[in-house]
């Protein structure tokens, strides 16, 4: 595969997904000595892990609105400058309210990174090659844990856990000059060749969004009645919930039930987010390998989609293996399949989307319904772990939404977002098409 100029693009998207769990995994790393210092329990560690999708959760429609308003460059560069300098005051603070204060508006930052994804993947990318573009992007979520897990159990064992925090924080900026510096759309790109720019602007769009990408937003309102939005929700809650489990809980479920050093624990929490970013961009380039331009104006990226998601339930399985090698190869199929799945469900949603100017606003309501899971995952786990001593129920719980997940993909994701109501035929499948 020959590279091309607008590859450096989707390493700055993974780049931008890294730093960002980079700085949300931070917490969990240090947690063990966070929660010595400030004398907390499992319960309110679990609060402490959840507080800063609190603001993340409330800000990403209107995120997601700005995007739609002033561009991806300008609001993804002020997002970042502001959760790169909460992630740097975090460690400056001196109490549990400290923290959840600094989290918090670090959620608020953090809101846009997925709505102006999201919009950049479909001003760059062409739509044969959007599921890679979208999976190469997730991977950062997953790369970043992995970087931390390593890197910051380091820092903390030979630092403070404070300044793990710091540090995270300059790594933000220096992204953001060189977001400032390089990034520009297609059409305004000085490094890029003129053939390249005009393939990008040829192929970005199948034919039926290259319709529609001028057409007039179809609103919030006609977003949250559709039924085909609540489906895409759904099934970015069953993910975002594991997901969440594990970047807040695997470090201390590695220390607490299988009894591993602060070092060694991070080692081993990077082993299944590395494998599971080779699962992830290889399913994400054999979905766009499979799926013909015909197929994805037909919403069929679903079936795979909800093929991608039930291979996750394996963590189902993790109560009952005792083999340590085991337990991580089990994680690392349910996260790899998770990430696939958290990336092309917000592909698919991009595929069904009939108004490019939708597509913020879209992407947050979607986060919302995946993020309302990840607030409780933290949550549910330091109440389960409390009261039970182990993890068993919080794995099981896991694995049955992700169940839930693959149905809500291949059930409820029929229809396009954003045409009137009548009956159209697509590929080999009769749909009922939805306001």
Same mark, same amino acid.
């Given at each position: +595969?020959?590279? #091309?100029?607008?590859?450096? *693009? ?31 329990? #499992?319960?309110?560690? %679990? ?15 209107? &995120? ?15 997002? !970042? @400058? ?22 918090? *508006? ?8 997925? =709505?102006?994804?999201?919009?950049? /993947? ?35 064992? *030979? ?11 300059? &790594? ?13 759309? =297609? ?41 085909? !939005?609540?489906?895409? !929700? ?25 009894? +591993?050093?602060?070092?060694?624990? %991070?080692?081993? +929490? ?15 380039? $054999? ?20 093929? *991608? ?17 085991? /337990? ?27 108004? #490019?100017?939708?597509? %913020? ?13 990840? $607030?409780?995952? =933290? ?14 129920? @919080? ?20 229809? =396009? ?11 080999? !499948?009769?749909?009922? &098409?939805?306001?």
């Amino acid at each position: +595969m020959r590279w #091309k100029s607008r590859y450096w *693009v989707y390493l700055m998207l993974f780049a931008l997904a890294a730093i960002n769990y980079l700085d949300r995994v931070a917490l969990s790393v240090s947690a063990g000595r966070i929660q010595t210092a400030l004398d907390i329990d #499992k319960v309110q560690l %679990g609060y402490l892990f959840s507080s800063f999708l609190w603001g993340y959760t409330l800000c990403l429609i209107p &995120i997601g609105l700005l995007v739609d308003r002033f561009g991806s460059r300008t609001v993804t560069a002020a997002s !970042m @400058a502001l959760w790169s300098a909460a992630t740097a005051l975090t460690g400056a603070a001196v109490s549990m309210g400290g923290i959840i204060a600094a989290r918090v *508006v670090m959620g608020i930052g953090e809101s846009s990174c997925y =709505p102006a994804a999201s919009r950049i /993947i479909r001003e760059w990318v062409p739509s044969g090659e959007r599921g890679t573009a979208m999976t190469l992007f997730n991977s950062g979520a997953y790369f970043g844990p992995a970087l931390g897990a390593v890197g910051l159990s380091w820092l903390v064992s *030979v630092l403070d856990w404070r300044w793990s925090f710091v540090i995270c924080g300059v &790594i933000g900026f220096v992204w953001l000059g060189l977001w400032l510096a390089f990034f520009r759309q =297609p059409e305004h790109t000085t490094w890029l060749s003129t053939e390249e720019r005009d393939t990008i602007r040829r192929e970005r769009e199948t034919s039926s969004q290259s319709e529609a990408a001028a057409a007039n937003p179809v609103g919030l309102g006609r977003l949250i009645a559709s039924r085909t !939005m609540w489906g895409l !929700m759904l099934t970015q809650g069953a993910g975002a919930y594991t997901q969440y489990l594990f970047l807040t809980w695997l470090p201390n479920y590695l220390q607490a039930e299988r009894g +591993m050093t602060l070092l060694k624990s %991070g080692t081993v +929490m990077a082993l299944p987010y590395l494998g599971s970013i080779v699962v992830s961009v290889a399913l994400g380039m $054999f979905s766009d390998r499979l799926l013909t331009a015909r197929a994805v104006e037909a919403g069929r990226r679903r079936l795979v989609l909800g093929a *991608v998601v039930l291979g996750g339930a394996v963590i189902l399985f993790v109560p009952w293996v005792t083999s340590i090698e085991a /337990i991580l190869l089990l994680i690392t199929v349910a996260l790899g399949s998770v990430a696939t799945g958290n990336a092309l469900n917000i592909t698919l949603l991009g595929d069904l989307l009939r108004s #490019k100017a939708d597509l %913020g606003r879209a992407t947050g309501l979607l986060l919302i319904g995946g993020n309302v899971f990840g $607030f409780l995952a =933290p949550i549910v786990t330091g109440y389960v772990v409390q009261a039970t001593g182990r993890f068993d129920t @919080a794995f099981a719980a896991a694995g049955g939404l992700l169940v839930m997940g693959a149905l809500s993909s291949w059930f409820l994701t029929r229809s =396009p977002i954003g045409e009137r109501t009548g009956v159209t035929l697509r590929g080999d !499948m009769t749909e009922q &098409i939805e306001g």
